[in-house]
C-alpha cells in the first residue's frame, strides 16, 4: 500500500509540475513565452505601408503552458526604418485566451519592440501586463518571438 501511495504522489507531484500554474485576482507574476512559427501570409501594402502579415504560431509560456497563437502584424516605413504594430491571441490547451498588441522595429525578418496584454477570456479574463518582445527569423525562414514581462490578473 505504501508503495501506492507513493507512486499516486509521484504522479501527481509530475502532473502539478507540467500544469500552468494559477494565477489568482490581483497577482502580478512574471510572464515568458515562446513561440515558432507555422504559417505566413503578406498582404502588399501602398506608399508608407509595406504591408501585413498574417501568421500562426505554436509555443509555451508561464501561465499559459502549451498554447497556439495567431495574429497580424503591419509593417510601416517611418524614415527609413521599418516600424511593427500588430495583435495577436494566445490559445491554451484549455482553450482561455490571451489578447495582446505589440510595437516596435523591424529589420530583416528581426525585431525589438514591447507587448501589452489587454484582455482574455477564462483565467485569462481581465488580465493586463507588458513587457518586451524579441523577434528573431531563422536561416531556414522561421519567424520565433520570445515575450519577457509580467502579467496582472
Known sequence: MKSRKRLTIVILGALL?????????????????EMSELTREFEPGKGKVLGTFTQTFEGTGTHVGKFTASGTT?????GSDLWFEGEAVMVAADG????????????????E???EITGGTGRFEGATGS???????SDDDVQSGVYDGRLTQ
Open 74 to 78: 503591419t509593417l510601416t516605413w517611418v
Open 96 to 111: 482561455d485566451k490571451i489578447f495582446s498588441n505589440s510595437w516596435g522595429w523591424a529589420w530583416d525578418g528581426n525585431g
Open 17 to 33: 509540475a507540467i500544469t500552468p500554474s494559477a494565477i489568482r485576482a490581483g497577482d502580478d507574476v512574471p510572464f515568458k513565452a
Open 113 to 115: 519592440g514591447w507587448f
Open 131 to 137: 513587457g518586451t518582445l524579441i523577434v528573431t527569423m
